[in-house]
């Protein structure tokens, strides 16, 4: 495989209004094949604007593990389970990491 056309891998953050919601998110995202692994990080405050006004909300972290060829289909599926109006989508590109977890992220998103 040349290195053009090896795999990517990228790490997608999003965030949920609930434990339950992100525990539904991160399982339907993992066995729907979009995501190899979602880390949920419980006890985050944030601070936003929306329509018009400062917001404050406890929420829950997902930090989502795919490959980039799933990036189209995980932000649909993001959308489609939200509660959110706008689901936070943030792609973070990975510049590296070790061989043998790769080759699992990859296996793992691989099925259809």
């Known amino acids: 495989m040349s290195e053009s056309s090896a795999p990517s891998a990228s ?3 999003s965030t949920a209004g609930s434990p339950e919601e ?6 339907e995202l993992v066995e729907r094949g979009l995501a190899a692994c979602v880390n949920r990080i419980p006890g985050l405050t944030s601070v936003y604007r929306w329509q018009g006004a400062i917001e404050e909300a406890s ?3 997902l930090v989502i ?5 799933k990036l189209a289909a995980l932000e649909a599926a993001l959308h489609e389970l939200h509660s959110y109006d706008v689901p936070e ?8 990491g070790s061989r043998s977890y790769l080759d699992w992220l990859f296996a ?4 259809e």
Do not use: Q
């Open 108 to 111: 793992s998103v691989a099925r």
């Open 65 to 69: 593990k795919t490959s980039s060829e």
């Open 11 to 13: 790490i997608v953050l």
């Open 59 to 61: 929420e829950v972290l």
């Open 89 to 96: 989508f943030l792609v973070l590109p990975v510049a590296g």
């Open 22 to 27: 992100a525990a539904r998110i991160s399982r």
